[in-house]
T-cell receptor
Framework: DTGVSQNPRHKITKRGQNVTFRCDPISEHNRLYWYRQTLGQGPEFLTYFQNEAQLEKSRLLSDRFSAERPKGSFSTLEIQRTEQGDSAMYLC??????????????FGPGTRLLVL | QKEVEQDPGPLSVPEGAIVSLNCTYSNSAFQYFMWYRQYSRKGPELLMYTYSSGNKEDGRFTAQVDKSSKYISLFIRDSQPSDSATYLCAITGGGNKLTFGTGTQLKVEL
């Protein structure tokens, strides 16, 4: 295991469809984060998990968005009834925990979503 | 006002130049500071990480933090064309989300 992996890498969908993304964190990393990045901007925080518990959700995460991390391993991010404004790069990151070097977050390659 | 401010550039420098990239932040609770490099259409790659004021060096890269001024910098020595990318500063108060700057687009020309 060499890093965070995300699937799919690209997704094109029509407005109104549902999409689901998957993230596999680095082994033994307890914390898993989701971010969204639009063109010309830095990533924006969406939500994060400590093991299987979802500890914080951003106001950016509308009711159409849901994230899970069953068994504290991989995570999924689902967007229901997609809108054109959902088009973005969705990034996943993981970290060991809190304090010192454990704060370092490592990112996956991202899933690029295009909603037509 | 954004919590983290970063000049988006673009910044163009000749090969071999010293590059200085900067961010300012407003929340004094921030205590962990990271710099990421992001190539086009790729995920951010961690370059440097520090949680104290002062300098931290790693090869051609030096990260500098001044908590009293709420100012962080990344210096790149002997810049190479392969350094051409977007550089993101990211800051956290600990244990949770990163707050990113907009990113500075850097181009190192031959």
């Amino acid at each position: 295991d060499t890093g965070v992996s995300q699937n799919p890498r690209h997704k094109i969908t029509k407005r109104g469809q549902n999409v689901t993304f998957r993230c596999d964190p680095i082994s033994e990393h307890n914390r898993l984060y989701w971010y969204r990045q639009t063109l010309g901007q830095g990533p924006e925080f969406l939500t994060y998990f400590q093991n299987e518990a979802q500890l914080e959700k951003s106001r950016l995460l509308s009711d159409r968005f849901s994230a899970e991390r069953p068994k504290g391993s991989f995570s999924t991010l689902e967007i229901q009834r997609t809108e054109q404004g959902d088009s973005a790069m969705y990034l996943c990151a993981s970290s060991l925990g809190t304090g010192g070097d454990q704060e370092t977050q490592y990112f996956g390659p991202g899933t690029r979503l295009l909603v037509l | 006002q954004k919590e983290v401010e970063q000049d988006p550039g673009p910044l163009s420098v000749p090969e071999g130049a010293i590059v200085s990239l900067n961010c300012t932040y407003s929340n004094s609770a921030f205590q962990y500071f990271m710099w990421y490099r992001q190539y086009s259409r790729k995920g951010p790659e961690l370059l440097m990480y520090t949680y104290s004021s002062g300098n931290k060096e790693d090869g051609r890269f030096t990260a500098q933090v001044d908590k009293s001024s709420k100012y962080i910098s990344l210096f790149i020595r002997d810049s190479q064309p392969s350094d051409s990318a977007t550089y993101l500063c990211a800051i956290t108060g600990g244990g949770n989300k990163l707050t990113f700057g907009t990113g500075t687009q850097l181009k190192v020309e031959l």
